[in-house]
C-alpha cells in the first residue's frame, strides 16, 4: 500500500442484476456474490486489517446477493455506480458483479404479429397461454464509465470464457481489459476451471486454485492504492 495515509476506500461489487420485462418476468445474469464475498473476506487476512483507520472496505451486493440490497436492476446498479464515484475517496473498485448484457425493446404476440405490448414491471402480468417473442437489445456497458470519469480508481474486472487455450484467454483478457481501460482482470475458464490474472504490464499469471486469484487481487489492489 502507498505510505499516502488520506482516507481512502475500497468498493467491492458483486450479484448478478435484472433486467425486468414484466413483474412476473424478467431476464437476468445470475451470480449470487460468492466471488464478492471470497475477496472481501480476503482483504481481513491481508494488510487491510494493519490500515483500517484509513482504510474502509464496503462489500455492496445486489438483491441477488442479498435480498437487503437496494440494487436490483442494471439501471440501480449504473446508478449506484454514478454515487460512488463522485466520492473522491474512492480509491479503487472491483467489479465482480455479474451485469445484466441484454434488455427487452419489444414483445409481441407470435400468433398475430401486429399486437404488441409495453415493457416494465409497472404493468400487467402476462398470460401465459399463448406464445410471446421478447426482442433483446444490448444493455450499456456500464463499467466503461469508470475510467471514463474517475481514471484515478484503481479497476479491476472480471470476464469469462469457456473451452479457452491459454493463448486465446490471454488474447480475450487483453481485449476485454484495453476496452474497459482496468488496472487488473481476472479471466475465468469456467468449463477447465483456470483463473488468469491480467495486469497492466501485460503480463499474465494462471492459478489452479481460484482462493490464489482472489489472493493475488486483493494484493493488487492494496499495493497499488
Same mark, same amino acid.
Given at each position: 500500500?502507498?505510505?499516502?495515509?488520506?482516507?481512502? +476506500?475500497?468498493?467491492?461489487?458483486?450479484?448478478?442484476?435484472?433486467?425486468?420485462?414484466?413483474?412476473?418476468?424478467? !431476464?437476468?445474469?445470475?451470480?449470487?456474490?460468492?466471488?464478492?464475498?471470497?475477496?472481501?473476506?480476503?482483504?481481513?487476512?491481508?494488510?487491510?486489517?494493519?490500515?483500517?483507520?484509513?482504510? +474502509?472496505?464496503?462489500?455492496?451486493?445486489?438483491?441477488?446477493?442479498?435480498?437487503?440490497?437496494?440494487?436490483?436492476?442494471?439501471?440501480?446498479?449504473?446508478?449506484?455506480?454514478?454515487?460512488?464515484?463522485?466520492?473522491? &475517496?474512492?480509491?479503487?473498485? @472491483?467489479?465482480?458483479?455479474?451485469?445484466?448484457?441484454?434488455?427487452?425493446?419489444?414483445?409481441?404476440?407470435?400468433?398475430?404479429?401486429? @399486437?404488441?405490448?409495453?415493457?416494465? &414491471?409497472?404493468?400487467?402480468?402476462?398470460?401465459?397461454?399463448? =406464445?410471446?417473442? !421478447?426482442?433483446?437489445?444490448?444493455?450499456?456497458?456500464?463499467?466503461?464509465? /469508470? &475510467?471514463?470519469?474517475?481514471?484515478?480508481?484503481?479497476?479491476?474486472?472480471?470476464?469469462?470464457?469457456?473451452?479457452?487455450?491459454?493463448?486465446?484467454?490471454?488474447?480475450?483478457?487483453?481485449?476485454?481489459?484495453?476496452?474497459?481501460?482496468?488496472? @487488473?482482470?481476472?479471466?475465468?475458464? /469456467?468449463?477447465?476451471?483456470?483463473?488468469?490474472?491480467?495486469? =497492466?504490464?501485460?503480463?499474465? +499469471?494462471?492459478?489452479?486454485?481460484?482462493?490464489?486469484? !482472489?489472493?493475488?487481487?486483493?494484493?493488487?489492489?492494496? =499495493?497499488?492504492?
Amino acid at each position: 500500500m502507498n505510505d499516502t495515509k488520506s482516507p481512502k +476506500t475500497v468498493i467491492i461489487i458483486s450479484g448478478g442484476t435484472v433486467s425486468y420485462i414484466r413483474p412476473h418476468f424478467a !431476464v437476468c445474469a445470475p451470480a449470487y456474490g460468492t466471488v464478492g464475498n471470497d475477496i472481501h473476506r480476503e482483504f481481513w487476512t491481508q494488510d487491510f486489517h494493519m490500515h483500517k483507520d484509513d482504510l +474502509t472496505l464496503i462489500n455492496a451486493q445486489t438483491k441477488m446477493a442479498y435480498k437487503g440490497s437496494g440494487i436490483e436492476t442494471t439501471e440501480d446498479l449504473s446508478n449506484y455506480i454514478d454515487h460512488i464515484m463522485e466520492d473522491k &475517496k474512492v480509491a479503487a473498485i @472491483v467489479m465482480a458483479a455479474a451485469v445484466c448484457d441484454f434488455h427487452a425493446e419489444s414483445i409481441s404476440s407470435m400468433k398475430c404479429t401486429d @399486437v404488441s405490448w409495453e415493457i416494465g &414491471k409497472e404493468y400487467e402480468r402476462l398470460k401465459s397461454n399463448e =406464445k410471446i417473442a !421478447v426482442g433483446l437489445v444490448p444493455s450499456e456497458k456500464i463499467v466503461r464509465k /469508470i &475510467k471514463d470519469n474517475r481514471p484515478d480508481i484503481h479497476l479491476t474486472t472480471f470476464k469469462t470464457v469457456t473451452n479457452k487455450t491459454n493463448s486465446e484467454m490471454l488474447e480475450i483478457g487483453f481485449g476485454s481489459m484495453n476496452a474497459i481501460r482496468s488496472d @487488473v482482470t481476472l479471466i475465468n475458464d /469456467i468449463a477447465l476451471r483456470k483463473n488468469g490474472i491480467l495486469t =497492466k504490464s501485460g503480463s499474465i +499469471t494462471f492459478y489452479d486454485h481460484r482462493h490464489e486469484a !482472489v489472493s493475488r487481487i486483493v494484493k493488487e489492489v492494496l =499495493k497499488n492504492i
